[in-house]
């Protein structure tokens, strides 16, 4: 009874992907917001780019953890395009270079997590 006294009934269960979907929808969406505010609205976008940044890394890092059940390839090919998006990130807030590779990315991952959740 007491777990379930806080519970809402009417909002469906999490899995660990439809959480992982979550984050990357709500920054991607950000970034998306941010870019087409344009330049007078710096400010949101280098807080989009610097969220999406700690998105990364802390996925990098998971791949990175030995225990980490994904296949191989697919683990090095998530922790390559950290690298990337840190990389490509720096351009963009020094202006140099546009987000919507960032947004194109992220949404390719949230493809995949809506496809193999599916799938489950």
Request: charged share 25%; net charge positive; glycine share 4%.
């Amino acid at each position: 009874m007491a777990k379930t006294a806080y519970a809402n009934p009417e909002q469906p269960a999490r899995t660990a992907r439809g959480t992982e979907f979550e984050v990357f929808a709500r920054i991607t969406r950000r970034l998306k917001q941010a870019a087409e505010a344009g330049k007078t609205q710096f400010p949101a976008l280098a807080t989009a780019v610097y969220d999406n940044r700690k998105l990364w890394t802390v996925l990098a890092s998971d791949v990175a953890d030995p225990e980490n059940e994904l296949p191989n390839d697919l683990r090095a090919r998530l922790f390559y395009l950290n690298k990337f998006t840190q990389t490509h990130s720096r351009k963009v807030l020094a202006g140099d270079a546009s987000v919507d590779i960032l947004i194109e990315i992220n949404t390719s991952i949230m493809r995949g997590l809506r496809q193999e959740g599916s799938a489950a």
